[in-house]
């Protein structure tokens, strides 16, 4: 858990990392969120519901992001825009992982998602 380590930049890998447990451990769980991605593309108010979900999903990688930053002087904007760069690969990730018939090795794209997210923020 993110509590278990001490610095910034383990704090984000943790964070990245938890969700690929996520789907290792309760796979119909990220079925069902995907499943919640594609009723909201018909559904307006759970579109609303999803924007205002995957907005504290954002503020929570600003967050960490802002912790990393040294010395902090980041605009918030451009943190934002990172922490949906970062949602964005994690998403797809496991979009893959779940949906591909092809199979992946989850530790080995876990490990190349922690690294671009990482080279996203540190931009």
């Known amino acids: ?14 964070y990245i990392e938890s969700c690929f447990t ?6 119909d769980d990220v079925k069902a ?5 594609y009723i ?4 307006k108010s759970l579109r609303q519901l ?9 503020d929570r990688i600003v967050a960490l992001i802002t912790l990393m930053s040294e010395p ?6 451009k943190l934002k825009v990172k922490a949906k760069m970062v949602q964005r690969l994690i998403t797809g ?8 018939l092809e199979p992946s090795d989850i530790l080995e794209v876990r ?3 922690v690294h671009q997210c990482l080279k996203i923020i540190t931009e």
């Open 1 to 14: 858990a993110i509590e278990s380590v001490s610095s910034p930049k383990e704090k984000m890998v943790k």
């Open 22 to 27: 996520w789907l290792e451990k309760n796979r």
């Open 33 to 37: 969120w995907f499943f919640f991605f």
């Open 40 to 43: 909201c593309g018909s559904d």
């Open 50 to 58: 999803h924007n205002d979900l995957t907005s504290m999903g954002r």
């Open 72 to 77: 902090k002087t980041h605009a918030t904007e």
């Open 93 to 100: 990730a496991l979009n893959e992982l779940l949906t591909e």
């Open 111 to 113: 490990k190349q998602i």
